[in-house]
């Protein structure tokens, strides 16, 4: 018998903040025509002044708690994926840590931008695997609101705030696919790609917050490839065909992208969870919001085979495929 990561319950929490594509079109040279026919995009959520990605976690964490059943003390392990911290130190893992009153166990932060949630799945899968936690809380939280150029039209109509969050539970299965639970993940990374989607400020350089700065082009040409390859993976891992996969649930940046996976695929668009066109690209929490949705809806049920992907800056990219 193998030890497998099952997902207990799941939750999402977004600032009651939205902002419109009419609403940027008020302050800058675009429209939401301009905005929908390239991204999809048609509004997006951003944090209240003084609403800290921290907060966003608490209550996904707490939405995805009460949908398992457990509260904080049940948690051996809060792994949160973020590329915007409420501070440079303590990690924002240890915040939620303390609000849900986990008084035992680990929390921590892993960066890898849009792609974070995958990393933190795999990182929260594999101690379970290895038995150095039972039950563990993954978190996607994100206030990229704080670190886009308002005034850069090309960056700031894509992005918004909000977290995700899902509680995994150790179980046992014989180690076929048709197991529940986490079949099997796969993440990557390239550094030589730093400048074509970066933030250009730090505390060891610049001292400043910063700015995103994106190749737009450039990220879309790579993300095609790199996204296949990470899906690619996880099929063969799990000697699967793509007609197997239940539900496509992408990282939500961008529409073309998403449709030209499917299609990639053969699956239907039914088949493919969309969320961008009302939440943006939330980054690390865009994979966990639109899982939390479908699950919640009862999309996604018992028995599906769901395909995670994600690509982000680094570049990072990553699979995770499992059984509902």
């Known amino acids: 018998m193998a030890t497998r990561s099952i997902v207990a319950g799941c939750g999402a929490y977004l600032p009651s903040r939205i902002l419109g594509n009419a609403d940027l079109a008020k302050k800058l040279e675009t429209s939401d025509e301009w905005i929908v026919q390239r991204t999809g995009i048609r509004e997006r959520r951003i944090a209240a002044d003084g609403e800290m990605t921290s907060d966003l976690a608490i209550r996904s964490a707490a939405a995805a708690l009460k949908n398992a059943g457990l509260s904080g003390n049940d948690i051996d392990l809060i792994v949160v994926a973020t590329s915007t911290p409420d501070e440079t130190f303590p990690a924002t893992a240890t915040r939620v840590q303390a609000a849900l ?7 921590f932060d892993v960066q890898a931008v849009c792609s974070g949630f995958v990393f933190a799945l795999a990182v929260a899968d594999n101690f379970i695997k290895v038995g150095q936690a039972r039950t563990a809380l ?7 609101s704080r670190i886009l150029d308002w005034t850069d039209r090309t960056t700031c109509v894509l992005f918004g705030d909000g977290a995700g969050a899902v509680v995994l539970v150790a179980g046992e299965g014989s180690g076929s696919k048709d197991d529940r639970g986490i079949l099997s993940t796969h993440i990557f990374s390239d550094g030589r790609y730093h400048d074509a989607l970066y933030v250009d400020g730090g505390p060891s350089s610049t001292m400043t917050t910063g700015h995103l700065k994106m190749e737009g082009r450039e990220v879309f040409r790579h993300a095609v490839v790199r996204l296949a390859e990470a899906v690619d993976a996880a099929i063969a891992a799990n000697g699967i065909t793509a007609a197997e996969i239940d539900w496509l649930v992408p990282h939500q940046a961008n529409r073309r992208i998403i449709d030209g996976m499917g299609h990639r695929l053969g699956l239907p668009p039914e088949k493919v969870v969309l969320t961008i066109d009302r939440h943006a690209n939330t980054s690390a929490a865009s994979i966990p919001l639109a899982m939390a949705e479908a699950a ?9 085979l769901v395909l995670l992907e994600a690509m982000g800056g680094g570049f990072t990219w990553g699979s995770a495929l499992l059984r509902w």
Request: charged share 20%.
């Open 101 to 107: 009153g986990m008084t035992r166990g680990v929390a």
């Open 138 to 144: 993954v978190i996607g939280a994100e206030t990229f």
């Open 296 to 304: 919640g809806d009862g999309r996604i049920r018992p028995g599906h």
